[in-house]
Every structure is written in C-alpha cells, then in structure tokens.
C-alpha cells in the first residue's frame, strides 16, 4: 500500500469588520452636535428678554415638572402605605365609623386628584420633548411665561382655556 500524506491545511480567522457609528442627527437647530446639555442654576426664572421657549426655559420647565412630580408621588406613598388612613371601622360607634368613612373618602378623592395632575405632569414632559410645550394645543399661540409659571401644565392659552371650560359646562347641563 503506498504511504498517504495528511495535509495540514491552514485555517484563516476572519476578523469582523469594525462596525462604523452613524452620525448623530441634528434634531432641531437650537440642539447642536457638539454641545452637551444646557445647564441652568438653581435660582433660574425665565425672562420675557430671552426667546419665548429656548433651550433654558424647556430645561426649566421640565426640572420644575419632575420635581414636583416626585413630590406628589411621595405624597401619595405616604398617604397610602404609612398609615394616615388608619382603619376605625372597627369601632363600636356608629358615629366614628361614619366619621372615618368619611375621612377616608376625602383622602382617597385628594389622591385621586393628585394621580390625574400625575398624568397631566407626564403629558407635559412629553410635550417638552416633542417641542411643542408652551404653545396652546388649539390655536399654536404661545401660552404665556407667567402662566406656565403658575400652572406649568397648562396646555391652553386664558382664551382657549374659557372656551373649553364653557363648552364643558354646556355640554355638562345636557
């Protein structure tokens, strides 16, 4: 029998090709590629000086939004799970039973209350990212400083916000 040569065959290892980054797009032209986040100080307040709804007032707007977001929430943890409803509906007192019913049912409509501005807060924060907050969701006019100052989730300029509250009211007394 003749000899048989086994052959080594060299195996090449495919290296992967490095994978490019896409370049980052440019959203809107207040936001540029090289600038980092605006920072704004603590003691910030919007002015009528500066362009209505530039980069500072939406960052203020939307730290002030988160902050008192958290505080509602923490205010309705407490409210629920440290024991500010206390149950008395054990007692033997027709009168304290209905007392405490009634406490009960006032709380639960405060954080109830609270939950909706929650959901108002959370619409508001998501019109800071679209670039639409501060301008009335019915006529595109700006809201106002002074206004969102007060009430920053509103979405509705004075005018278009009487109209809404008269159409709710006529449509209420069908």
Partial sequence: MPKTSKIKKKIKKIKPKPISKPKPKVISKQKEINKGPIKISKTYIPKDTEKYMCEKHRVFFKIKLQEWKK???????????????????????????????????????????????????????????????????????PIGLKRLMARPVAKYTIAAQEKHEKNEKVHADD
Avoid at 123 to 130: F, G, H, N
């Fill in 71 to 141: 505080e509602l929430v923490k205010a309705n943890n407490e409210a629920l799970y440290n024991g500010s409803m206390d149950d008395n509906s054990i007692s033997a007192d027709i009168v304290d039973q209905a007392s405490s019913y009634t406490d009960k049912n006032v709380e639960m409509k405060a954080i109830n209350r609270q939950i909706k501005l929650i959901s108002e807060i959370d619409k508001a924060l998501v019109r800071i990212k679209d670039d639409t907050y501060g301008y009335c969701l019915d006529t595109a006019e």
